[in-house]
Nanobody, 122 residues
Framework: QVQLVESGGGLVQAGGSLRLSCAAS????????MGWYRQAPGKQRELVATISPDGSTNYADSVKGRFTISRDNAKNTEYLQMNSLKPEDTAVYYCSVGAASPMSLWSIRDYWGQGTQVTVSS
């Protein structure tokens, strides 16, 4: 089993920055893809960014050039640096990892964090 703990959300003015973190813990697991998603009120959850084990990244068009995803494999942690924030970035942000463990017979399963609120005021 893999547990994810997120931190770093909050309230910021438009143009400001926030950094989200997501730490994975558990026993005997291997992490594959890591990513961030967000869900605004009344909207579906959407992809923000993903990062592969070798560091290849993918971003939603709406955040390209403003957000940066990164990972520290030694700490089983991923980050989302958010700059030039806009009111439309307001949402609950969720981290997600694909991980294999003995519980899943070493097949990759998706795990989700509890979500952290990001609010950008205009």
């Amino acid at each position: 089993q893999v547990q994810l703990v997120e931190s770093g959300g909050g309230l910021v003015q438009a143009g400001g920055s926030l950094r989200l973190s997501c730490a994975a813990s558990g026993s005997r697991f291997r992490i594959s893809m890591m990513g961030w998603y967000r869900q605004a009120p009344g909207k579906q959850r959407e992809l923000v960014a993903t990062i592969s084990p070798d560091g290849s990244t993918n971003y939603a068009d709406s955040v390209k050039g403003r957000f940066t995803i990164s990972r520290d494999n030694a700490k089983n942690t991923e980050y989302l640096q958010m700059n030039s924030l806009k009111p439309e970035d307001t949402a609950v942000y969720y981290c997600s990892v694909g991980a294999a463990s003995p519980m899943s017979l070493w097949s990759i399963r998706d795990y989700w964090g509890q979500g952290t609120q990001v609010t950008v005021s205009s």
